[in-house]
């Protein structure tokens, strides 16, 4: 973070400075980085005191003081020998203070902002434009997927004086979240993805998801750039809700960035990239999945607005391995095992998608084994989204289902009564029976796909797997 004094911080959280059992005086400045873990904290940083849903972020404050920290945000003063500033609500102090450094750091000129969004891709998009980003300046981009309240506003305040770029990860769960984290960080190109069934059970519907995403292009300028994902009905149709001036990017579209002869195998995808400019060049993307090239598209649509040469975006884009651990993260290797774990998240479109792909990269006489939880989320959708996976199962000809936990569990009905498998779907209750079934019959050659949300734990069963047949 930016060096500020101890008054600058108060008078942005708009909370109230305490120095009891303290040396430092109101103009001493702190220049740390900001934290609600207090196992992530070091000295010099500040800990953020937040109220959670099981625990209190208060408890852990002198945990916090011990390893080292010289700020604390608090809901309530502590008898703890450290500086601290008292507000309503440790959230949105943090928020504010996001929202400040960010100001602060735009006022120098030099700061781009990017922020995504979409109901999947969110985080392979943000990793592959900061591949990019990081060839030409300074980039801040969110780890994992820092993309909510707490999330982004960690992000924004690892910014520095010399940050060129912030690639802002943005998500939501409900109308108007969106718009709260773009009022933190304004910013300059916005780019919507896709809008899916992810998350349509807490928005409450298809239509209340598109609001909500429509959010990221709403409050751009005419000197900002939406870009939209033309492949869409539903993002295309943003267009009509922004002044920015509209990029386009899609595998479909015959205009912005495109891409022509995909072809994607075990090793990647190859493509044929199309920048809006005109230019074009030969891409040997490594990140499993075919449906991955759109956040490639996506991030070079980016790239090229903010001025990065194209063969700095495909150096860049060919650069990058995995999207993210557990997300297409191939593993495995004895007796010819490859293990895909992409159970970080999961919905209808994720699912399919992954599903496909482990269908494409099959090997003719090898089998290709589906390991499939629950899609969470979904609300008065679930039941039926989770038999469509299981129809798509049997008609992408996935040689073995092992269909994980209640929550799933339709998948594996659904299966049995399209009445093409014999014994071909398979239900366990949990992750160990599953890791038991899979040693026990899984084959030399066989690809296996372990998918899942991120509440139905099966990315731990994923690691379990690639390391056993490592």
Known sequence: MIALTLGQIALAVDGTLHLDGTSRSIDSVTDGMVHTDSRDTVPGSIFVAKPGEVTDGHLFAPAAVDRGA??????????????????????????????????????????????????????????????????????????????????????????????????????ASGVGEIARLIRMARPDIGIVLKVGLAHAGEFGGIEATVRAKTEMVTELLATDVAVLNTDDPRVAGMAASTRARIVWFGQYGEEGVRATAVHASAS??????????????????????????????????????????????VSALESVQTAERWRMQVMGGRDGVTVINDAYNASPDSMTAALKTLAQI??????????????????????????????????????????????????????????????????????????????????????????????AGLRFLGDRLGEWFS
């Open 268 to 313: 990647g995808t190859t493509f044929t990239l199309h920048l809006a400019s005109g230019q074009s060049r030969p891409v040997a993307f490594q990140v499993l999945g075919e449906h991955h090239v759109m956040n490639a598209l996506a991030a070079a649509a980016a790239a090229e607005i903010l001025g990065v040469p194209i063969d700095d975006i």
């Open 70 to 171: 010289t700020l604390l945000i608090v809901e309530r003063h502590l008898d703890l020998p450290v500086a601290q500033i008292v507000v309503p609500d440790a959230v949105l102090a943090l928020g504010a203070l996001a929202t400040d450094v960010v100001a602060r750091v735009r006022e120098a000129g030099n700061l781009k902002i990017v922020a995504v969004t979409g109901s999947n891709g969110k985080t392979t998009t943000k990793n592959l434009l900061r591949a990019v980003l990081e060839r030409v300046g300074p980039t801040v981009a969110a780890r994992a997927s820092f993309n909510n309240e707490v999330g982004a506003p960690l992000t924004m305040l690892e910014l520095t004086r010399d940050t060129r770029f912030l690639v802002a990860e943005m998500g």
């Open 362 to 455: 099959g090997v003719p006489g090898r089998r290709t084994i589906a390991v499939l939880g629950e899609m969470s989320e979904l609300g008065e959708l679930a039941g039926e989204e989770h038999d469509r996976v299981g129809l798509l199962a049997v008609r992408l000809n996935i040689s073995q289902l092992i269909v994980v936990g209640r929550g799933a569990r339709r998948m594996h009905i659904s299966t049995i009564n399209e009445g093409s498998w014999d014994g071909e779907s398979a239900f366990v209750e949990n992750a160990d029976d599953a890791f038991d079934l899979l040693c026990a019959t899984v084959q030399p050659g066989d690809t296996v796909l372990v998918k899942s949300s991120n509440s």
